[in-house]
T-cell receptor, first 115, second 109 residues
Framework: DAMVIQNPRYQVTQFGKPVTLSCSQTLNHNVMYWYQQKSSQAPKLLFHYYDKDFNNEADTPDNFQSRRPNTSFCFLDIRSPGLGDAAMYLC??????????????FGPGTRLTVL | GQNIDQPTEMTATEGAIVQINCTYQTSGFNGLFWYQQHAGEAPTFLSYNVLDGLEEKGRFSSFLSRSKGYSYLLLKELQMKDSASYLCAAYDSNYQLIWGAGTKLIIKP
C-alpha cells in the first residue's frame, strides 16, 4: 500500500550525463513537490506542481526541469549533472496548496551519485 | 530572512524523556510541522500545530507558542528506534514551507 513511490532508490550517473528521476503517487493528491536534500541539511524545495500548474523556485538552477504528464506521475530531469548535484531527491505530495493543515507526504527518496 | 533554528544533535538514554526545541522567524505563520527522518530515508509526518498549546500523540507531544516563535517536540519512554533526525518546518504567510536542518537524536542504551 505504498503511497508515494520513487524510482530508482539509488541512481549513479556520470558528470554531464542527463538523468531522470521518477515519482508516482496513489493518493490522488493535487500537489507534487521535488526537494533536494544534502547530508545534514534541510530539504530544499526545487519546484512544485499544483495540478498542471508548474511553480519554479527562484533559486532553482535551469539545469533542473520537471514534467507532470498526469496526476499520478512526476519526473525530475537533471540535464547536465554536476558533482554538486549529488544529493537525496525527495518527492512529496499534498492534497491542496495554500492550506495550513495540509500535510506533505514523502516518498522514500532517490539518492543520486555523480561520478 | 526566514529561518528555523534547532539544535544540531542531542543524546539521550533509552527509556528517558527528551525535548527538542525549535525557534522560527517567518514572514507570517500558518502552522508548524514536525517530521522524523531516519538516516537515508524520507521524512515522515509526526505532528502539526497552529494554535498555542500542547498536542499529544502517544509517546510524542508537540508544543507551540506563537508569541515566542517557539515549538518543541517531546519524546517520552525513548526507544532505540527513535534514533533519527527530527525536522521542524513552518508555513509562512504564502504557505511556503520553511525547513530547519534537523536535530539528530542519538539514543544510548
Amino acid at each position: 500500500d505504498a503511497m508515494v513511490i520513487q524510482n530508482p532508490r539509488y541512481q549513479v550517473t556520470q558528470f554531464g550525463k542527463p538523468v531522470t528521476l521518477s515519482c508516482s503517487q496513489t493518493l490522488n493528491h493535487n500537489v507534487m513537490y521535488w526537494y533536494q536534500q544534502k547530508s545534514s541539511q534541510a530539504p530544499k524545495l526545487l519546484f512544485h506542481y499544483y495540478d498542471k500548474d508548474f511553480n519554479n523556485e527562484a533559486d532553482t538552477p535551469d539545469n533542473f526541469q520537471s514534467r507532470r504528464p498526469n496526476t499520478s506521475f512526476c519526473f525530475l530531469d537533471i540535464r547536465s549533472p554536476g558533482l554538486g548535484d549529488a544529493a537525496m531527491y525527495l518527492c512529496a505530495t499534498s492534497s491542496k496548496y495554500g492550506s495550513g493543515t495540509d500535510t506533505q507526504y514523502f516518498g522514500p527518496g532517490t539518492r543520486l551519485t555523480v561520478l | 530572512g526566514q529561518n528555523i533554528d534547532q539544535p544540531t544533535e542531542m543524546t539521550a538514554t533509552e527509556g528517558a524523556i527528551v525535548q527538542i526545541n525549535c525557534t522560527y522567524q517567518t514572514s507570517g505563520f500558518n502552522g508548524l510541522f514536525w517530521y522524523q527522518q531516519h538516516a537515508g530515508e524520507a521524512p515522515t509526518f509526526l505532528s502539526y500545530n497552529v494554535l498555542d498549546g500542547l498536542e499529544e500523540k502517544g509517546r510524542f507531544s508537540s508544543f507551540l507558542s506563537r508569541s515566542k516563535g517557539y515549538s518543541y517536540l517531546l519524546l517520552k519512554e525513548l526507544q532505540m528506534k527513535d534514533s533519527a533526525s527530527y525536522l521542524c518546518a513552518a508555513y509562512d504567510s504564502n504557505y511556503q514551507l520553511i525547513w530547519g536542518a534537523g536535530t539528530k537524536l542519538i539514543i544510548k542504551p
